[in-house]
């Protein structure tokens, strides 16, 4: 059950989000995780102040090695920053990682706004590494940037979410929390269809890292051999628990609770609506 994943991410130095979140989720949900980091942030809850990128060639390097050497059953990819480490990361998927299932949380920008995606790197990563993701996750911004259409309500979302299957994922969850209203919705879209996962909105600024932390347990999901559906209901289960008890460090965004434990995560029975919607983990 356990699961391997490798995680290729920026590095957070303030630990809610990047590296740092993504190892504290795998743990968290049973699965072991290794990195290949692709840049380093200084960075707190306030925002991100400098950002150090890694050689391309070293992102390359630590992810061929332990590829080889323990093996992974997902790969979950977030801040990749320049078009070059995109290129490299893709060369190394389809070369080292063929087959192995690929969540690709297309990273753009911090939640205090810093921008972690080069604009001149947008492109590459539609090109090379959505039609390689097995989910792609997005947020409203990134998918209307990635789809190139505005995203107001949850018809929007699926809208969206079949625009970016065209372009060569498995599935798209399209992830509804900058939408305003007490529910927020989450699309995942595939060629089955839509579904919808839903849950009451915590009124919170503790919610740093929220997307990483969500890709992270949905690839641990996947690597433990559950099906999407069922990774993605642990996953927003596991988050929504993770919003709920954040201990409220820092200034600014707080970071979540990663250490939480599997058992209150299994997964939620997925009942289907007449509208394929699933009501998703209470919160």
């Known amino acids: 059950m356990q699961g391997r994943v490798l995680v290729i991410a920026g590095s957070d130095s303030g630990g809610g989000a990047g590296i740092q979140a993504d190892i504290k989720t795998v743990t968290a949900l049973g699965g072991y995780a290794m990195t290949a980091i692709t840049a380093l942030t200084a960075q707190d809850t306030r925002g991100v102040s400098a950002i150090h990128d890694v050689p391309p060639n070293f992102v390359a390097a630590q992810a061929r090695v332990v590829l080889a050497d323990i093996g992974a059953d997902c790969v979950k990819i977030g801040m990749l920053h320049t078009p070059e480490v995109i290129e490299i990361v893709a060369a190394v998927v389809a070369a080292e990682a063929s087959g192995i299932p690929v969540v690709l949380d297309p990273v753009m920008v911090a939640k205090g706004g810093a921008p972690l995606l080069r604009t001149d790197a947008v492109e590459r990563l539609r090109e090379t590494l959505l039609p390689r993701a097995t989910v792609l996750t997005p947020n409203i911004p990134e998918a209307e940037t990635l789809a190139g259409r505005s995203i107001r309500d949850r018809d929007d979302m ?126």
Do not use: W
Request: glycine share 16%; net charge negative; hydrophobic share 35%.
């Open 158 to 283: 699926e809208a969206a979410g079949r625009a970016l299957l065209a372009q060569g994922p498995d599935a798209v969850l399209v992830k509804g929390g900058h939408l305003s209203g007490d529910v927020v919705y989450d699309a995942l879209v595939s060629a089955d269809g839509t579904r919808i996962f839903e849950s009451p909105r915590i009124d919170t600024s503790n919610t740093h890292g929220t997307g990483c932390t969500l890709a992270s347990a949905i690839a641990t999901g996947l690597a433990q051999g559950m099906g999407l559906a069922d990774s993605v209901a642990r996953a927003r289960a596991y988050v929504i628990e993770a919003i709920r008890s954040a201990p409220g460090l820092g200034h600014g965004h707080g970071p979540l609770n990663h250490g939480l434990t599997v058992r209150p995560f299994r997964t939620a029975h997925l009942g289907e609506g007449h509208d394929g919607s699933d009501g998703g983990p209470s919160a």
